[in-house]
């Protein structure tokens, strides 16, 4: 299969977007780190969360205690 002009403008399009939201949504995720100045070993717990829709406030806090 060989694309077409418009095609191809529609991939590479798709392309900038798709890594523009990326960057949002890592500025997103550092910032919110930033702002809850939490210890290191917590950030996995909170990425699983926020990433992978994985466990909860309540667990994430009760292991920060």
Same mark, same amino acid.
């Given at each position: 299969?060989?694309? &077409?002009? @418009?095609?191809? @403008?529609?991939?590479? @399009? &798709?392309?900038r977007k798709i890594n523009k939201l990326e960057d949002e949504q890592t500025?997103? $995720?550092s910032n919110l780190l930033s702002q809850?100045?939490?210890?290191e070993r917590a @950030?996995?717990?909170i990425f699983d $969360?926020?990433?992978?829709? $994985?466990? &909860?406030i309540k667990k994430i806090e009760s292991f920060l205690k």
């Open positions: 299969m060989k694309f &077409t002009d @418009e095609q191809r @403008e529609l991939i590479k @399009e &798709t392309r500025a997103l $995720y809850l100045n939490m210890p @950030e996995d717990w $969360y926020v990433y992978n829709n $994985y466990g &909860t």
